[in-house]
């Protein structure tokens, strides 16, 4: 089944306790992005990356690293996690359509991470 | 700048009557535009898009969505609603290179 995954689903964590959210996807997608959806602002992107080793800022990426050292997988990385990081994060995946990157292409999203931290 | 709204945070309708959930975008050049679907603790699903062609585009369970550039709309309708519609639903729009932009979302009500 095609789909993208995330672990953990939910974690509560205290200020400053480094942490990782995984994700992959089994598709053979480019295109992955990080996004947190907050009550009122809808979903910002958070970092994407469009292929193995290339990785670039989204709109919200204070406080937050990616990396992308194989193709499937891309986690987020919260060095120093402070309150106003809790949120809940999806990643998703598309298709990187040359010349077009993912703006022509629908991602598929994870189930989301709903993080706490206190 | 780039930005779409969603002027509606809930839009409640009766089962069976038509629905429709608004979206607007600003975006210089042109946009590619998608409708997303999200039921409670999931994330979130592909409705359809407007890429060019036809403004009339159709999608999953039954959905479309009219692209109107004068009034830069891409309203997401249904002839006849179902209680199971009733979840959040996402405007997006994309410009350039890997950009794209959610709208704050609206909460579907569908009354039995």
């Known amino acids: 089944e095609a789909q993208v995954t995330q672990n953990p689903r939910y974690l509560i964590t205290v200020t400053g306790k480094k942490l990782t959210v995984t994700c992959s996807q089994n598709m053979n997608h480019e295109y992955m992005s990080w996004y947190r959806q907050d009550p009122g602002l809808g979903l910002r992107q958070i970092y994407y990356s469009m292929n193995v080793e290339v990785t670039d800022k989204g709109d919200v990426p204070e406080g937050y690293k990616v990396s992308r050292k194989e193709k499937r997988n891309f986690p987020l990385i919260l060095e120093s996690p402070s309150p106003n990081q809790t949120s809940l994060y999806f990643c998703a995946s598309s298709l990187e359509t040359s010349g077009r990157g993912s703006s022509y292409n629908e991602q598929f999203f994870g189930p989301g991470t709903r993080l706490t931290v206190l | ?112």
């Not at chain 2, 002027?7 to 038509?18: H, T």
């Not at chain 2, 039921?39 to 999953?60: A, C, E, H, M, W």
């Not at chain 2, 006849?80 to 932009?101: E, I, P």
């Open chain 2, 1 to 112: 700048a780039q930005s779409v709204a969603q002027p509606e945070d809930q839009v409640n309708v009766a089962e069976g009557n038509p629905l429709t959930v608004k979206c607007t975008y600003s975006v210089s050049g042109n946009p590619y535009l998608f409708w997303y679907v999200q039921y409670p603790n999931r994330g979130l699903q592909f409705l359809l898009k407007y890429i060019t062609g036809d403004n009339l585009v159709k999608g999953s369970y039954g959905f479309e969505a009219e692209f109107n550039k004068s009034q830069t709309s891409f309203h997401l309708k249904k002839p006849s609603a179902l209680v199971s519609d009733s979840a959040l639903y996402f405007c997006a729009v994309s410009w350039g290179y890997q950009k794209v932009t959610f709208g704050t979302g609206t909460k579907l009500q569908v009354i039995p």
